[in-house]
């Protein structure tokens, strides 16, 4: 689950963390550098990104344009309510 | 609305992108760091933002790393024999001309075994799409020296340095008669979906060279770091040069990398050259052949 945002965050990332392989192009190309490594591992032994400053995260979805396994993207707030109607039907 | 975060079950919510992919496949076997899910992202990307018809598209692919991508893509997909994906999607055009083929493919697969079938189809401006994810190397097969792999490079056949000039992509096919030549780097990847997008909307044939690290193979025996290693020096060394000519755009080792869209022209393609052909030859005893579908 997501922190509870503060009045500053604009969006956040939705990370599928058993799919990751710790590439880590999205920690490194991430416009806010708002992501991290965890310090614990997924079920493939990799460490997965975690939004570590999640004030910062504008939800610009860069992330999810780099990301080679699908595993993570970006949502700003205002459009998370579309997604999630969206979903089911996908 | 104002508590829409807290509210909604955020690990329900599905990567928007899945829908494109056979998710029983998914995870995929392509290697940390490696830059062709990073590719096939960008063109999922454009086929989602073009709207387009899946039932209308193809994709063929050939034997490699990137071969693989028919095999995750939720749409009607070929994987061929070794080199052969631009033969097989030139009958599977001429057989459905209201088909949009794509042929997404690696540099080994495309250039060394399948190079003969690149410029006849490229001389004839069959109408396809063929993207060359090149990554300097054979990958699946363990590293040999491709016929992309820079001077000087390191590679399990080369031990001591590559000494065979490598191919200039853009330059052959440019020189061969397609009509949209361009190269992006996975580093590039709002250009890169851009150019998909251009890609997917241009008639005839269409060359997109895309760029991408090998972290396991050619960055690990040259010593170049990890595949965000690799990114990084797409970013600090490529140039952007839209309309360059593309005799200058070689690449050399860890050298300086001309990216843009360096062809953008129009010729007749193969289907429209034969139609017009036959009906001057012919007159009204000829039939067209797959223009009533083209609208």
């Not at chain 1, 503060?6 to 999205?26: D, P, Q, R």
């Not at chain 2, 250039?111 to 690149?118: D, E, L, R, S, V």
Request: proline share 6%; hydrophobic share 35%; charged share 20%.
């Amino acid at each position: 689950m997501v922190d509870e945002p503060t009045k500053k965050a604009k969006g956040t990332i939705i990370l599928n963390k058993e799919i990751c392989k710790g590439c880590s192009f999205c920690i490194d190309f991430c416009p806010t550098h708002c992501l991290e490594f965890s310090k614990d591992f997924n079920r493939k032994g990799y460490h997965y990104p975690v939004l570590a400053r999640p004030e910062d995260c504008t939800g610009c979805d860069l992330c999810g344009l780099y990301c080679p396994d699908y595993a993570i993207f970006g949502v700003k707030f205002k459009d998370l309510e579309k997604l999630a109607q969206k979903a089911p039907a996908a | 609305m104002s508590s829409l975060a807290v509210n909604v079950e955020l690990p329900e919510l599905q990567n928007p992108l899945m829908p494109y992919l056979r998710q029983d496949r998914i995870p995929h076997i392509w290697c940390p760091g490696c830059g062709i899910g990073t590719s096939l992202n960008a063109f999922i990307r454009a086929l989602d933002e073009m709207q387009f018809d899946l039932n209308k598209l193809a994709v063929v692919s050939g034997i490699g790393c990137t071969g693989r991508v028919a095999g995750y893509l939720n749409v009607d997909s070929f994987h061929t024999t070794h080199g052969r994906a631009i033969p097989f999607a030139t009958g599977l055009k001429l057989g459905n001309p209201d088909l949009k083929v794509v042929v997404y493919s690696g540099d080994g697969d495309l250039f060394a075994i399948g190079g003969n079938h690149f410029i006849h189809a490229a001389r004839r401006n069959m109408d396809l799409f063929v993207v060359c994810v090149n990554n300097f190397t054979y990958g699946m097969t363990g590293g040999q020296v491709a016929p992309t792999t820079p001077l000087g490079a390191t590679q399990t056949t080369m031990p001591y340095g590559n000494f065979e000039p490598p191919f200039n992509l853009p330059y052959l096919a440019d020189s061969c008669g397609a009509v949209y030549v361009a190269r992006w780097t996975v580093y590039h990847v709002r250009q890169l979906t851009r150019a998909f997008k251009e890609g997917l909307s241009k008639k005839g044939f269409v060359f997109l060279e895309v760029l991408s690290p090998c972290p396991t193979l050619y960055s690990r025996r040259n010593r170049l770091g990890d595949g965000v290693e690799q990114l990084k020096y797409y970013k600090e060394k490529s140039v952007v040069k839209n309309g360059a000519d593309t005799r200058d755009v070689g690449l050399s080792f860890q050298g300086d990398i001309v990216v843009g869209t360096f062809v953008n022209r129009e010729r007749p393609t193969w289907l429209e050259a034969m139609n017009e052909h036959f009906s001057q030859r012919f007159g009204d005893r000829y039939q067209p052949y797959g223009v009533h579908r083209e609208d």
